[in-house]
């Protein structure tokens, strides 16, 4: 049966598909075979079922998303953090609005306080840049669109 991925436990790494019978099925860590990187969500799988049970998952080679690791590009992510990062673009462009608005709202403040908040949210923003840019994209995909990771 073809089916997604839905969730995968990081510690146990249990989880939950939904198949094209738009049932789910949950899965332990040791039935997921074929190329270790289908054990994120979001990916399309080939698999058996016992019961409500998903054995022997394969990555889907057909699936027009198999190589995509998710919605949002590490690079992108990167330069928006290094140059417009003070203004919180980067955040907003993963979705994080409240950090966005935490790190522009320190900025504005900063315009009038001697511009310390400012430099502070800078700092953070080129932090962050190294960070989204040096990370594989599986871990930029694992960290910042599954776990939703806000900061660092």
């Not at 997604?4 to 949950?26: C, E």
């Not at 190589?67 to 955040?91: I, P, R």
């Not at 511009?115 to 962050?128: H, K, N, Q, R, Y």
């Not at 960070?131 to 776990?147: L, N």
Request: proline share 3%; glycine share 12%; aromatic share 14%.
């Amino acid at each position: 049966m073809k089916g997604q991925i839905l969730h995968i436990d990081a510690q146990s790494g249990d989880g939950v598909i939904t198949g094209a019978d738009g049932r789910r099925y949950t899965f332990g860590e040791a039935d997921l075979l074929g190329s270790g990187q289908i054990a994120r969500a979001g990916v399309w799988v080939d698999f058996q079922t016992r019961g409500d049970t998903a054995v022997e998952v394969y990555p889907d080679p057909n699936s027009p998303h198999a190589a995509a690791y998710g919605e949002k590009n590490k690079f992108v992510a990167g330069l928006l953090a290094l140059f417009l990062g003070s203004f919180g673009v980067h955040k907003f462009y993963l979705g994080f609005n409240r950090a966005g608005l935490i790190m522009l709202g320190c900025t504005l403040l900063g315009w009038v306080a001697f511009f310390l908040p400012t430099m502070i949210v800078g700092v953070i923003a080129f932090i962050e840049a190294i960070i989204y840019m040096t990370r594989s994209d599986e871990q930029f995909h694992e960290t910042y669109e599954i776990r939703r990771k806000e900061w660092f």
